[in-house]
């Protein structure tokens, strides 16, 4: 099912129970447009990444079986690299493809885009499936750590200082 | 051990009596009895939903042997509400650069 929220209210966030995350928005822009800002990477480094960290290595080969591969600088010289091999190649229209973090081969997901487009703007809804609800939990609670090495120790502390306070 | 996850706040949080008893809990502390008389349930089922609700750390029970009191506990629900508000701020940062990014390509077309 297709989730379209209003225009201005920017990104909607749910974790229903069980492994997923969904991700809806909508874009003021035809979905070919938006499709290619998601898998060009000349666009994709325009805007991908958020809380100081930017794409500097991109590589796409879309096409189903074909590989990608990302890597982000973050503050303080962090690096996080990340990649997985895309599944279902439908433009404009739908993606599916694995993604997993360097070093957290545990922590791989199912990543299903889905593009619709009605009088010019666009609705993308985005599934994120992981192996199991702790994981997809520690990602929800950490995103700027999502998949790196460290998630679990990072988890441990938050846990013990909102329990422990 | 503690195996609070948001699962067990948003499946805590998924049943209307357990809403129901949360609410009541926000005007104060309440024991078992008392949080029965609204409901057409037993003590045994509120009961019940009372240990799902403690489980998920949404409630405690007071040390008092004969009331054992109900408290409503806020904070496993704020925390996971804060989760959800940070995953989604961290990512509405980037697809605000891409309304940008698309704003830029319209009028590159148009021109």
Known sequence: ?????????????????????????????????????????????QWHGARGWTLVVCEIDLRPGG???????????????????FLEVDAPARLVQSEIRDGWEAGEALVTTAFDERDGRTAMNITVRYP?????????????????????????????????? | MDT???????????????????????QGDASVGELSAPFAMSQP??????????????????RDAQRRPCRLEARPLREALDWLA???QY???????????????EEQEDS
């Open chain 1, 1 to 45: 099912m297709t989730a379209w929220p209003p225009r201005g209210a920017g990104l909607v966030v749910s974790a229903p129970p069980g492994t997923e995350i969904l991700l809806s928005r909508t874009f003021d822009a035809p979905r070919r447009r938006v499709f290619d800002a998601f898998t060009r990477p000349a666009l994709l480094k």
């Open chain 2, 86 to 88: 940070d995953f989604r």
């Open chain 1, 132 to 165: 199991t609800r702790e994981i997809r939990d520690s990602v929800l609670r950490s995103p700027m750590r999502r998949g790196a090495g460290q998630s679990y120790d990072r988890l441990d502390d938050l846990l013990s200082k909102g329990h422990h306070p």
């Open chain 1, 67 to 85: 590989t990608w591969r990302f890597v982000s600088h973050g503050p303080g010289g962090a690096e996080m690299g990340y990649g997985g091999v």
């Open chain 2, 45 to 62: 089922a509120v009961s019940k939903h009372l240990r799902v609700l403690e489980r998920a750390g949404l409630v405690s029970r007071g």
């Open chain 2, 4 to 26: 609070s996850t948001l699962d067990t706040t948003f499946a805590a949080l998924a049943d209307p009596t357990r809403r129901a008893i949360l609410t009541r809990l926000t």
């Open chain 2, 91 to 105: 990512w509405e940062e980037s697809y605000q650069r891409l309304d940008e990014l698309l704003a830029r390509l």
